[in-house]
């Protein structure tokens, strides 16, 4: 039972075969993905998660086999939802055959014609946080149908956001039921190493993909219903974005620590795009104030543009949308991004990943990923996990890299 368990790829053995128990130490920490595959009894076809000589190897399948699990349904969630977004942007881009305005709405009650122009006076403000802002829109809009499919979207992203976080992740959740146990019985040292098992990427394209959806509801509320007060608008439409650009720093930020280029790049040009929305609909700031934002905007095109330069392979798609980003930004025209078709290209690839086109393979130190379209690899990356070479060139994979067999038969194909 012991050979048939790998006993000694964990524990050091002792070379006397005549003592009772040969074990003598743990060779490493419990490492993850270290365990193929969850073993049963040879015989009887039963677990072995009643067996405490067994136990550490066990548990440390189970923990991997739960982990790998939520990798494939983390990515089938996504999926739909990337779909729904292009649906619901294609949607709000339908031509609006008149601007709707409170004012207009009510036209024809001349009783209340002081009232109104009063209200026309009155800017519709949207500061604070994303949160409060899209409220403030989707109130003003709860009567138009054009808001109806994005408002929906943007709840099940949201949704999605807290099902990937970190915190609700497997190892997370065994990590604090430890420290818990651990407090009880008076051991007050912290469990500081957290795995490097924990999955980030999904929480990184979702956060992008509620940018996208904050952003396009924005964007068509200001242009289509707001105004801005150099249209002689009938309501004019004032912003603070600041909260916005300091969620896309943090994005910037996390995803640079994650070594994420595509989804830093996404954070620089949602910081450009906010700022490009606000010029001259600011709430507060003077002109010099946003003449010094606009010029960090640049510094921040500037830097997407030369990731993008750099890591061509794991950007495809981005640097048009910086150049229109740049065009927006200089000549004060609007565009609503449009999935393009590199970047629509990339969620095909991922979708079939789960409906048999694709491969799973584990980088050198055992973390996930998958190959899209004919499974093959041909380019490299970095494991968004620890940061090794992913991937490979001409349907050879990159050095370490070993094929996922496991997850394609268990999981992959569900």
Known sequence: MDGHMDISKYYTMSSDTNIE???IALKSSSVPFSTSELKNCPLCRKPLRNINRYGRIVRRAWIDEATKKFIVWANAQLVPLASRMEQAEA???????????????????????????RLSLEPVRLTGSRDQQIRVVLKAQKANARYEDISLLRIDIRKFLREVDEAEQPISRIHALVQDARNHRGVNTEITDIPSVLQVRNRLLATVLLFRCDYAILFNFV?????????????DCRLNLALNRK???????????RQQP??????????????????GRSDSRSDADMTTLVDRAHDQLDLARTICNAQPSQTTGLLAEVSEAEKMLRDATF????????????????????????????????????VGECGMPMETARCPQCGATVGGTHHQPAAGVTRAADMEAGFGRQ
């Open 21 to 23: 128990n040969p074990i």
């Open 91 to 117: 949607k709000l881009r339908e031509p609006v055959a008149e601007r709707q305005t409170l004012k207009s709405s009510l036209l024809g009650h001349a009783e209340l014609s002081p009232a109104l122009d």
């Open 335 to 370: 565009y609503a991004p449009v999935t393009n078709a590199e970047k629509a290209a990339v969620y095909a690839a991922m979708a079939q990943s789960f409906q048999g086109t694709g491969h799973w393979y584990y980088c050198a130190n055992g973390h996930p990923f998958t």
């Open 262 to 279: 595509a989804q830093e790049v996404e954070g620089l040009l949602y910081y450009v795009r906010f700022v490009a929305l606000e010029r």
């Open 223 to 235: 242009t289509n219903s707001g105004g801005t007060a150099s249209e002689g608008s009938a309501q």
């Open 247 to 257: 969620d896309c720093e943090n994005l910037i930020q996390d995803s640079r620590s």
